[in-house]
């Protein structure tokens, strides 16, 4: 019997072309500027297919731009890990525990008490379906438990099918629906929850 060819651990996590991996980590002060504009990159392919660009570009500038990013990384509230390689980020996801962030329409719909919103996990095109999410939203999971929630939530766009089943993979479910503004649009997002017990 031929034995099958030795495969690095974590070649899961390496798309054609690439050498190795992105390192995940707590992103720092000095990532802002990077972070800002993986952001600033990435958010457009989340939103709806009708978003429209000057919408998008309103949102960036105003939610998005360096000053707003450092701001998450210095909040204590908040807790962001960036995908790296080398001095270029390539994915990044964002936790906040502020429930000043969360809207009140929200709260009577979530299952599970106290709880955080995972705000953001992006990862760039390249990186899409490398495993890199997972990682991200692994340490997003990890990082609830040990501030002690009991469950975290998302909203994920009806339309993007994969978004909804990657999250379905990692144990969230459809519990309603919230409703956010986009550069002056309407939108509505699916709300999604899970457990943050120990699988």
């Not at 469950?151 to 978004?163: D, E, H, Y």
């Amino acid at each position: 019997m031929v034995s099958p060819p030795a495969v690095s651990p974590l070649s899961w996590l390496q798309p054609p072309g690439r050498s190795a991996p992105p390192r995940v980590e707590r992103a720092g002060p000095d990532d802002a500027s990077a972070l800002a504009a993986l952001a600033a990159a990435t958010f457009p392919l989340a939103c709806p297919p009708e978003t429209q660009p000057d919408e998008i570009l309103y949102h960036i500038t105003h939610q998005l731009n360096p000053i707003r990013v450092a701001s998450w990384l210095t909040d204590p509230l908040v807790v962001v890990h960036v995908g790296r390689l080398g001095q270029i980020l390539v994915g990044y996801s964002r936790l906040s525990f502020d429930p000043a962030e969360t809207d009140p329409a929200i709260w009577p719909q979530l299952k599970r008490r106290p709880t955080c919103q995972l705000s953001k996990c992006y990862v760039q095109p390249d990186w899409q379906g490398s495993g890199l999410a997972d990682q991200l939203l692994a340490e997003s999971l990890a990082a609830g438990r040990q501030r002690g929630a009991k469950g975290i939530w998302l909203g994920a766009n009806p339309a993007n099918l994969r978004a909804r089943a990657f999250y379905g993979r990692h144990g969230f479910h459809d519990i309603g629906w919230r409703h956010f503004e986009v550069g002056g649009h309407l939108f509505t997002d699916c709300l999604m929850e899970r457990d943050l017990a120990e699988p």
